[in-house]
């Protein structure tokens, strides 16, 4: 039982995988293919140095989060904090979630006023920070 359910599983899983995917035809006789469009994620994580107040931390809080406010590159944002049962969270509390269109507007968001201006209020509060960029498939 147990191997006949590994097989079936293993040939839905390679079925799926051999689907065509849908091509609109063209009056031209030209085939096009119907592709979704990526989006650039930007996700930054903080962990607070032992030494910053709740304010400080309400502070960095809220700087970030009027960034998408002032740099309208910024087509997406969520944050939060962290809620995980795992305790795998290394002292990292803040998860900051940011999409791109492209990486040419997340290499301008990098240096844009407004973001510096946010490094210099967070910079002293940030003990540890991990970027992670990635596209969308």
């Known amino acids: 039982m147990k191997t006949a359910l590994s097989t079936l599983c293993l040939i839905l ?3 799926g995988f051999s689907i065509p995917t ?5 009056t031209n006789n ?23 107040t709740e304010a400080d931390i309400k502070q960095v ?21 962290n809620n995980s049962p795992e305790g795998l969270n290394k002292g990292l509390t803040h998860c ?7 990486e040419e507007d997340r290499d301008a968001y990098l240096p844009h006023p407004a973001h510096q201006a946010f490094g210099a209020v967070a ?6 920070v991990v970027v992670v960029d990635y596209w969308t498939k």
């Open 22 to 26: 849908h091509q609109p035809e063209s």
């Open 123 to 128: 910079g002293p509060h940030i003990a540890d």
């Open 13 to 15: 899983f390679l079925v």
């Open 96 to 102: 900051y979630f940011l999409t791109f269109d492209s």
């Open 61 to 81: 809080e809220e700087a970030f989060n009027a960034l998408p406010s002032k740099i309208d590159l910024i087509k997406g944002y969520e944050w939060g904090t």
């Open 30 to 52: 030209v085939k096009t293919t119907v592709t979704t469009s990526s989006k650039l994620r930007h996700v930054v994580l903080f962990k607070f140095k032992e030494t910053s």
